[in-house]
């Protein structure tokens, strides 16, 4: 098993900055990707960025330029670092492990842009 663990978020006024972590422990060697999710209320849970073990990334295109996502392999985390935070992007974020054959998700950590 994969045990993750979010923390970071919080409330911000939009054009703010947030950096959420997910810190991973257990089967960390099996991993493929890790990745960050979100869910806004009445919406489904959607792909915001992945990066896989060769360190290549993936982006959604309502964030691209705004967010990045990088690893500490050293401290088995995942960091999102969200810029020019805007209202649409409040949601529960969810940090995501891929181990292909297995997924496991973390608690989840509210966003919430608002001024």
């Known amino acids: 098993q994969v045990q993750l663990v979010e923390s970071g978020g919080g409330l911000v006024q939009p054009g703010g900055s947030l950096r959420l972590s997910c810190a991973s422990s257990?089967?960390?060697?099996?991993?493929?990707?890790m990745g960050w999710y979100r869910q806004a209320p009445g919406k489904r849970r959607e792909m915001v960025a992945r990066i896989t073990n060769s360190g290549s990334t993936t982006y959604a295109d309502s964030v691209k330029g705004r967010f990045t996502i990088s690893r500490d392999n050293a401290k088995n985390t995942v960091y999102l670092q969200m810029n020019f935070l805007k209202p649409e992007d409040t949601a529960v974020y969810y940090c995501n492990a891929d181990l292909i054959t297995e997924n496991y998700w973390g608690q989840g950590t509210q966003v919430t842009v608002s001024s």
């Open positions: 257990g089967r960390i060697f099996s991993i493929y990707a």
